[in-house]
């Protein structure tokens, strides 16, 4: 009677084996993927690897980084977010708008971006989940709204920042703080991903959002959350951008969406929802901004180097379909 047992078990522990191995796979892959890029080109150009290209490669992956943490908690919940370069400019503008023109004080600047970010991701997050609007409307007019919104704060002119937020583009200790900015946003999202209520019921969401509804899980109040901190993240995004630059531009952050998609979708997560990492989408945004580094330190054009970052978009997404292919045989 035992031998039968026996015999059943074997075949299932065999079949654990390739999606354990996939999953790895897939958390390994990028961050060899970025070693691989340094080692190449710290051969082409040595300086790639001094001390002051590496903290300046750290500021450029700042913003399109805690972008891109906002936009994962999106995607694992299987949605999308095309408005997050609009809101983070729509912050900015607000914040700058707060102190320069309301002549508010400072840290209300600062509170108030966050709190425009926070709520242009929750009516997102509203259409979506009530609205039944598909998150691709429903956050493409969101971009449009948001932009609209910046130009008419500005009146298409650049608004002078806080002192407040122009500290977010300053240093700490020699450390530039957009990069504290960043590991701070990195830990947050994976403790919101890893170990919470909250972060379980995304991946839920994502991977089978009807068996999630029979579960139990209110995946309307999930859908709202998490395109409301899509929207908390642009808005941080949109303060780094403003204090970098020491103005809120009408313009600023136009495109960031699309870098903060591929960020994720290169760190291996899934545009079908119910898989990614915080760790997989900071080395996605890491290999964009060693990509655009890269090619500045030689010389490329920067419009051959939109080329080569529409072609590493392609390369991440076709990987994820062939990935979702081998997962269904």
Not at 254 to 268: F, H, K, N, R, T
């Amino acid at each position: 009677m035992n031998a039968p047992s026996t015999t059943a078990t074997a075949p299932r522990r065999g079949l654990r084996l390739p999606g354990a191995h996939s999953q790895l796979m897939s958390t390994l892959l990028p961050f060899i993927g970025l070693l691989a890029l340094c080692l190449v080109l710290f051969i082409l150009t040595p300086n790639f690897l001094t001390l002051d290209n590496l903290l300046n490669v750290g500021v450029q992956a700042s913003t399109i980084a805690v972008l891109a943490f906002g936009m994962t908690f999106v995607i694992v919940a299987a949605g999308i977010d095309l408005s997050v370069g609009s809101v983070a400019a729509l912050s900015g503008m607000v914040s700058a708008w707060i102190f320069s023109t309301a002549q508010l004080p400072g840290w209300l600047s600062l509170v108030g971006g966050l709190v425009v970010g926070l709520i242009a991701g929750a009516v997102s997050g509203f259409a979506v989940a009530y609205g039944r609007l598909p998150a691709f409307i429903a956050t493409l007019a969101m971009l449009s709204v948001a932009r609209g919104l910046t130009l008419v704060l500005s009146d298409g002119r650049p608004i002078r920042t806080a002192p407040e937020v122009s500290w977010l583009g300053s240093d700490l200790g020699g450390v530039p703080v957009p990069i504290l900015v960043l590991a701070l946003a990195g830990i947050v999202t994976a403790f919101v991903l890893n170990r919470t209520v909250i972060g379980r019921s995304m991946y839920a969401v994502g991977g089978n959002e009807e068996a999630a509804r029979l579960s139990g899980i209110p995946v309307k109040r999930v859908l709202v959350t998490v395109f409301a901190l899509s929207g908390l993240f642009a808005g941080l995004a949109g303060m780094l951008i403003a204090g970098r630059l020491d103005s809120a531009q009408p313009q600023a952050a136009s495109g960031y969406e699309l870098d903060a998609i591929a960020a994720v979708v290169i760190g291996g997560a899934s545009l079908s929802g119910g898989v990614g990492r915080a760790s997989g989408t900071l080395v996605g945004a890491l290999i964009l901004a060693v990509i655009r580094n890269g090619l500045n330190v030689l010389g490329v054009s920067s419009f051959w180097q939109q080329v080569v970052i529409g072609l590493v978009i392609a390369l991440a997404v076709l990987i994820d379909v062939l990935r979702r292919r081998g997962r269904r045989v």
